[in-house]
């Protein structure tokens, strides 16, 4: 028997970076628990991370290249995969030009080290502008606020949880996801913090969630209304003047334009169509003014909606009038080790560079709006894409719209899928190359560590090393690109780049180095946020923009939405809302035993109010509609619901034929954007409008 080993690492599977000690006897692994010596982290796990092992040894994981023929799908070595690929891609381009090649990315490539540091590149052999991925079903509200606003899409504010004195979320779910787009684990014992040293936590959600039953107080807010919200409490602040700027005062560009704007917004203007009292948001405003510190977070129930946009200019708006903007306990910018957030002053940016062919949505954060993916496939003309790459996701179930997507694959004259599964996406693929995953990759943070609560560094080794027939998703990719090109291979490989960026980052002065970081298996702990945006911010001019033309003109479009008449839809009187679960992420951990086990999680849930009036029943089966489809699930009659709205799980669905992971398939469930809407968006950015799509619900 070989000798125990202990490996640390950190977890990719989400957002919050935990720290794993593994211990294994060569390839099995014996126990997987929560790192206390690593310095982010101290010991916090999910049952995610035990699931790595599962993902290591899963039968259904491809592992070898595979081609679609008339018998079925048959091994193919890897350079006759990249020369046909190559082939292919080509001359469709030389048929019709760069952009009839489509990329879309899937969520899994935020957490991939060595795809991070090799997609530019391979963006740059391909060509083509039309690049598409899960950001605009998720979080491009908050890069295009940074973006406008401070110059730089991913100069994006993170929560101070570990220093603030009230904390308000809005839309967001913290103690089930970690911290998105704040990367925090171990949430609920932050929280817990903040109310230990005599703060708050408030929380306005159309489902009083997890983390609202943890908080202090929860308020119901009718779905797609945030903004209004928003709006009236940045009206109070004017209209009470508890305008407070701060340190940041003199950088403020825009303030007089923004009181100007919201006169219309009072609390007694838009409190009934938000679904709470006037008193209560004034009441709100006053409390987060009044506080030593605090801070607003608002997340996916506010930025995957008609009016994510407005919603995340109004998050900085709040934190700024409140004088919580880069200040201890306030939203404040991480110094990450590696820097993504580059000297840009003065430069031109991508953002609003072009349009789409079909609906002239706008090209944001370098890529078009996945909800308009199936319109550009299925639409003739110039500019039509005619085949793809999809690389580690699975937009038939993660995006709005999916039955037209997966119409639209299947029209494509060449489709290429870089992922581990058979899934309901690759399925409708030519050739599938499937690279190593978790336990056999080396990892670096090179995302999650810019929207972290604390400044901290780590480089995971390889666990286990890959056999000689399998590659890394980088190779694929840089084997791609030269193949695509022709040129010579440069020897230059993403622990080449990681280091270069290391040494000449924020803390390159004091030894940072990926030598440093393999010296330090545990990680390296850079110290708590700090005031730092008069060094980091990106507009030309040193300034903050508070109040950005496209969102002023924006407000136009709230107005005539009829949310403050509250319009009603006879025909679809339910607002549905997605979910998140805590031992799933997304579409791709359905294949974990583990995880998946127990009682069905994938129900509608309903306040018992709305059930009474449709008859209907704990687990009896509903019919929930829309004008874009129809899907079945179990009744779960839950108080917790606001009136009115319906919720159901994302990332479930795994039911099409064909596709090879028998543990999802095993498992009950159905994907909500079956019944979503690609046409229904935010149109401001082009994120897509998942919450708030307007339901039938009835007795199956």
């Known amino acids: 028997m070989s000798e125990t080993q202990t490996h640390y690492r950190t977890c990719n599977i989400c957002e919050a970076m935990c720290g794993l000690e593994i211990k294994h006897q060569g390839s099995e692994i014996l126990s997987i628990k929560g790192d206390n010596a690593d310095p982010f982290s101290?010991?916090?796990?999910?049952?995610?991370?035990?699931?790595?092992?599962?993902?290591?040894?899963?039968?259904?994981?491809?592992?070898?290249?595979?081609?679609?023929?008339?018998?079925?799908?048959?091994?193919?070595?890897?350079?006759?995969?990249?020369?046909?690929?190559?082939?292919?891609?080509?001359?469709?381009?030389?048929?019709?030009?760069?952009?009839?090649?489509?990329?879309?990315?899937?969520?899994?490539?935020?957490?991939?080290?060595?795809?991070?540091?090799?997609?530019?590149?391979?963006?740059?052999?391909?060509?083509?502008?039309?690049?598409?991925?899960?950001?605009?079903?998720?979080?491009?509200?908050?890069?295009?606020?940074?973006?406008?606003?401070?110059?730089?899409?991913?100069?994006?504010?993170?929560?101070?949880?570990?220093?603030?004195?009230?904390?308000?979320?809005?839309?967001?779910?913290?103690?089930?996801?970690?911290?998105?787009l704040m990367t925090a684990p171990g949430v609920g014992k932050r929280l817990a913090a903040i109310q230990q040293r005599g703060g708050q936590v408030?929380?306005?959600?159309?489902?009083?969630?997890?983390?609202?039953?943890?908080?202090?107080?929860?308020?119901?807010?009718?779905?797609?209304?945030?903004?209004?919200?928003?709006?009236?409490?940045?009206?109070?602040?004017?209209d009470e003047q508890l305008v407070t700027l701060g340190h940041l005062g003199s950088r403020i560009d825009g303030l007089d334009r923004l009181a100007d704007a919201v006169k219309a917004y009072s609390p007694e203007a838009v409190a009934e169509a938000c679904g709470m009292t006037a008193t209560t948001v004034r009441e709100l405003a006053r409390g987060m003014a009044a506080a030593t510190s605090a801070v607003c977070y608002s997340r996916m129930g506010a930025s995957t909606q008609s009016f994510g946009g407005l919603c995340q200019w109004l998050n900085n708006v709040l934190n700024i009038l409140t004088g919580n903007f880069d200040r201890r306990g306030g939203a404040m910018f991480p110094q990450p080790a590696f820097d993504l957030v580059r000297d840009k002053k003065g430069k031109p940016s991508s953002y609003g560079r072009y349009q789409s062919r079909v609906r002239k949505l706008p090209y944001f954060n370098n890529e078009f709006p996945v909800a308009t993916l199936a319109d550009e496939i299925l639409t003739p003309g110039d500019g039509q894409i005619r085949a793809m790459i999809t690389i580690a996701g699975n937009p038939a179930l993660s995006a709005p719209g999916g039955i037209r997507l997966e119409e639209a694959f299947d029209s494509l004259e060449f489709m290429v899928s870089v992922d581990i599964y058979l899934n309901e996406t690759t399925r409708h693929a030519d050739i599938i190359l499937p690279a190593t995953t978790g336990l056999e990759v080396p990892h670096f943070d090179v995302f999650f560590n810019s929207f972290a609560v604390r400044n901290t560094a780590k480089y995971s080794e390889p666990m286990f090393e890959k056999t000689p027939d399998q590659k890394h998703d980088w190779e694929i990719l840089k084997d791609l690109a030269l193949h695509l090109t022709g040129l010579e291979d440069d020897g230059v490989t993403p622990?080449?780049?990681?280091?270069?960026?290391?040494?000449?980052?924020?803390?390159?002065?004091?030894?940072?180095?990926?030598?440093?970081?393999?010296?330090?298996?545990?990680?390296?702990?850079?110290?708590?946020?700090?005031?730092?945006?008069?060094?980091?911010?990106?507009?030309?001019?040193?300034?903050?923009?508070?109040?950005?033309?496209?969102?002023?003109?924006?407000?136009?479009?709230?107005?005539?939405?009829?949310?403050?008449?509250?319009?009603?839809?006879?025909?679809?009187?339910?607002?549905?809302?997605?979910?998140?679960?805590?031992?799933?992420?997304n579409t791709w951990t359905q294949n974990s035993h583990r995880l998946v086990k127990g009682k069905n999680p994938c129900t509608v849930q309903i306040h018992s109010a709305d059930a009474k009036k449709l008859g209907l029943e704990n687990g009896q089966t509903a019919l929930v509609a829309s004008p874009a489809g129809r899907i079945m699930l179990p009744v779960e009659i839950n108080d917790d619901m606001f009136e009115g709205v319906i919720s159901i799980p994302q990332g479930w669905g795994h039911n099409r034929d064909n596709t090879g992971m028998t543990v999802a398939e095993s498992q009950p469930g159905v994907s909500m954007n079956d019944v979503t809407d690609s046409q229904r968006i935010d149109a401001l950015t082009g994120n897509a409008a998942f919450n708030g799509t307007r339901v039938s619900v009835r007795a199956a």
């Open 495 to 585: 622990e080449a780049i990681l280091d270069l960026g290391l040494r000449h980052g924020t803390y390159g002065g004091q030894g940072m180095s990926l030598e440093k970081l393999r010296a330090n298996p545990h990680g390296v702990d850079l110290g708590p946020l700090q005031p730092c945006l008069e060094q980091r911010i990106q507009t030309e001019d040193g300034m903050i923009l508070i109040a950005p033309q496209l969102y002023l003109d924006d407000l136009r479009r709230l107005d005539a939405s009829g949310l403050l008449q509250r319009s009603q839809n006879s025909a679809y009187p339910f607002s549905m809302i997605s979910r998140r679960l805590p031992r799933s992420h």
């Open 202 to 238: 408030v929380v306005v959600d159309p489902r009083r969630t997890e983390t609202a039953k943890k908080a202090d107080q929860h308020l119901f807010i009718r779905p797609e209304t945030d903004a209004l919200f928003m709006l009236a409490l940045v009206h109070t602040l004017f």
């Open 42 to 180: 101290h010991g916090h796990i999910c049952p995610k991370a035990v699931a790595l092992q599962d993902f290591y040894n899963d039968k259904d994981r491809l592992k070898t290249p595979i081609r679609r023929t008339a018998d079925g799908w048959q091994a193919i070595g890897w350079e006759e995969a990249f020369s046909e690929i190559a082939s292919r891609f080509r001359g469709i381009q030389q048929s019709h030009g760069k952009d009839a090649v489509g990329v879309y990315l899937g969520n899994p490539n935020a957490h991939n080290f060595g795809n991070a540091m090799m997609l530019p590149r391979f963006f740059k052999a391909l060509g083509t502008n039309n690049r598409y991925s899960s950001a605009s079903a998720d979080q491009l509200p908050h890069h295009v606020a940074a973006n406008y606003m401070l110059g730089a899409g991913m100069l994006i504010p993170i929560p101070d949880i570990d220093h603030t004195d009230f904390m308000l979320i809005i839309g967001a779910n913290p103690i089930v996801s970690n911290g998105s």
